[in-house]
């Protein structure tokens, strides 16, 4: 049963992933034309991803497990993301916390219903559009007021004239 929960867990799994590099010179290799690191290039800056704080207020629904599934399989065709995986939990007597976990990163939310809101985080790297699911969680919670913060995540890693 050990090793079950383990194999659950993600541990001792083959991902695929390389060894952190420690000297330094992964920066200058992420402007490569042919690698495939996903990182944003856009006006001279390079960046993992963009990372949205998004608070729904006033929302209606935000209880509804089934809801806030469907709003992330939404928010991940809107934004042209790849969907994993979807886990969300009821809390009693109210309020529900969820992930949907995409190739290009995450989607995240807990709610307090009892207030109408919801506190949403949408992190995605490569060509998804991440701005798309502010339309679709203002459509799905029934309300006109979001507010976005957006976080360029990892800016700075690599120098703006290795970017260019």
Not at 71 to 89: P, S
Not at 104 to 112: L, R
């Amino acid at each position: 049963m050990k090793d079950a929960n383990l194999f659950q867990l993600g541990i001792g799994l083959e991902t695929g992933a390389h060894a952190e590099d420690t000297t330094g010179r992964l920066a200058a290799t992420l402007c490569d034309s042919g690698r495939e690191d996903h990182f944003i290039r856009r006006d001279g800056r390079v960046f993992a991803g963009t990372h949205l704080i998004i608070e729904v207020v006033n929302g209606h629904g935000l209880d509804d497990e089934a809801r806030i599934a469907r709003a992330f399989r939404d928010c991940v065709d809107e934004c042209g993301a790849t969907l994993l995986h979807i886990h969300t939990h009821k809390f009693s007597p109210q309020g529900v916390s969820g992930v949907a976990v995409l190739a290009e990163s995450h989607i995240s939310v807990h709610t307090w219903p009892e207030i109408g809101y919801g506190a949403f985080d949408v992190f995605m790297c490569g060509d998804a559009n991440p701005w798309a699911a502010v339309g679709v969680l203002q459509r799905a919670f029934g309300t006109s007021d979001v507010r976005v913060r957006e976080i360029l995540r990892g800016e700075g890693l690599v120098p703006a004239h290795l970017a260019a």
